[in-house]
């Protein structure tokens, strides 16, 4: 809703075919660059003057530069469908960047420079604004009523982050949500949650946890196995045994012991080069299995709750030893890892939502498809009932 969506894959395949070219480029030209120091090695200077080397060099600049681009475009992508999803969960209109600083956990700085970049390239239907002296992000027209689905009282938004009816106790209550000419209504299924730890674990945690074990022992085998072929082959340069064997064996297509020495140096600059990807693989999985271990610790925790709202700060009171358990929320609930599941801020209290439901263009009362533009007056043409009705317990 707050999403250029068009955009967003317009960007999302430029991410794609940049990816594709720059691996090919660097890939390419290194190989070129290296070919000419192995070539003359013992003439740096001619290497480095040679016709192709600047081009090859430059060549392989850039493309690491458009790599490191791709990556950053892609994470602000990510961070755009983040404060996308934000602000469909809010119900006043007006989101105080402090807030969003703290459910980031980065600066008041850095979240209002990225939303003024993002209304540029991602993001639509909303201002940066100060208010009564506060910074805060103003959404267009945005529209909200409460209601308790057990009593069908009408409910005040700052009761409804209590997740209790003031009425009746009940923790079943929703907000019917009209911005624009879309309407969604928000509620919470956190009876679903209860005693279900894998509620709140994210799509294939199990198998991610596999995948991820898997490509630990596998990066840190080729890692060790590509390293000990490189100082094998590092150790045979000056060896005039081996390189006396190799020329003198008919099957060789090397005939002088410069260019065994050249093949030499191409096997160990080949072992060194997988070895370094390996572990940069090696190190990255290591730090996301913390992520994902963490996560079922936390899904855990969050299933033993039935309100539709908790503190922060109780999850200090888990058994688990998780390091800083906030941060880990953070970066669970960004990779997917955590799911039905948000950190947000209610009266300057920094609260995760538990299995909060957003259901777009449909009636709340009869769930029946809502067709065209909406307004405060529009009818379900199935039911009949107006979708920002509120009826008020007497």
Same mark, same amino acid.
């Given at each position: ?8 894959? %317009? ?11 720059? @691996? ?6 290194? /190989? ?14 001619? %290497? ?37 999803? /934000? ?24 979240? *209002? ?17 100060? @208010? ?9 027209? &945005? ?32 907000? !019917? ?7 969604? =209504? ?19 945690? +199990?198998? &991610? ?7 630990? @022992? ?21 060896? &005039? ?7 003198? $064996?008919?099957? =060789?297509?090397?005939?002088?012991? $410069?260019?065994?020495?050249? $093949? ?29 271990? +963490? =996560?079922?610790?936390? %899904? ?19 058994? +688990?030893? =998780?390091?800083? &358990? ?24 920094? !609260?995760?939502?538990?299995? !909060? ?14 067709? *065209? +533009?909406?307004?405060?007056? /529009? ?16």
């Amino acid at each position: 809703m707050y999403l250029k969506s068009k955009a967003l894959v %317009a960007y999302k395949v430029k991410n794609i075919i940049l990816i594709i070219l720059s @691996i090919l480029q660097i890939v390419a030209l290194t /190989y070129i660059a290296l070919d000419l120091l192995v070539y003359y090695r013992n003439d740096i200077n001619t %290497a480095l003057t040679a016709k192709a080397m600047p081009g090859a060099i430059r060549g392989t600049i850039i493309g690491v530069i458009v790599l490191l681009f791709v990556n950053l475009s892609r994470k602000l992508i990510g961070d755009a469908r983040f404060y996308s999803s /934000y602000f469909e969960g809010d119900l006043s209109g007006q989101i105080p960047i402090k807030d969003l600083a703290e459910v980031t956990g980065r600066s008041e700085f850095r979240v *209002g420079l990225e939303l003024r970049l993002f209304r540029i390239l991602y993001m639509k239907k909303f201002e940066i604004k100060t @208010i009564d002296g506060i910074k805060q992000v103003e959404l267009f027209s &945005k529209k909200t009523l409460c209601e308790c689905k057990n009593c069908g009282a009408g409910i005040e938004k700052k009761l409804y982050f209590t997740g209790q009816c003031p009425y009746c106790g009940s923790p079943d209550i929703f907000a !019917k949500v009209l911005a624009g000419d879309r309407f969604y =209504s928000i509620s919470n299924e956190v009876k679903q949650g209860v005693n279900r730890p894998t509620y709140y674990e994210g799509k294939a945690l +199990a198998l &991610k946890r596999v995948m991820s074990v898997l490509l630990i @022992i596998v990066s840190a085998s080729i890692a060790v196995i590509s390293s000990a072929m490189a100082i094998d082959m590092l150790t045979k340069y000056n060896d &005039k045994e081996y390189l006396t064997k190799i020329l003198l $064996d008919p099957d =060789s297509k090397l005939r002088s012991f $410069d260019l065994i020495k050249a $093949d030499i140096l191409h096997t160990v600059i080949l072992g060194g080069f997988f070895a370094v990807l390996m572990v940069i693989l090696f190190i990255r999985r290591l730090m996301r299995i913390r992520y994902i271990n +963490a =996560s079922g610790a936390f %899904a855990k925790f969050f299933s033993k709750f039935q309100k539709p709202f908790i503190q922060a700060e109780e999850l200090n009171t888990m058994n +688990a030893s =998780s390091g800083k &358990k906030l941060g880990k929320v953070r970066g669970a609930i960004r990779k997917g890892y955590l799911d039905h599941c948000t950190l947000e801020v209610h009266d300057a209290i920094l !609260k995760i939502a538990l299995a !909060k439901k957003i259901v777009k263009d449909h009636c709340p009362t009869c769930a029946s498809p809502i067709n *065209g +533009a909406v307004d405060e007056n /529009y009818t379900c043409q199935y039911c009949g009932n107006k979708i920002m009705d509120v009826v008020v317990k007497k």
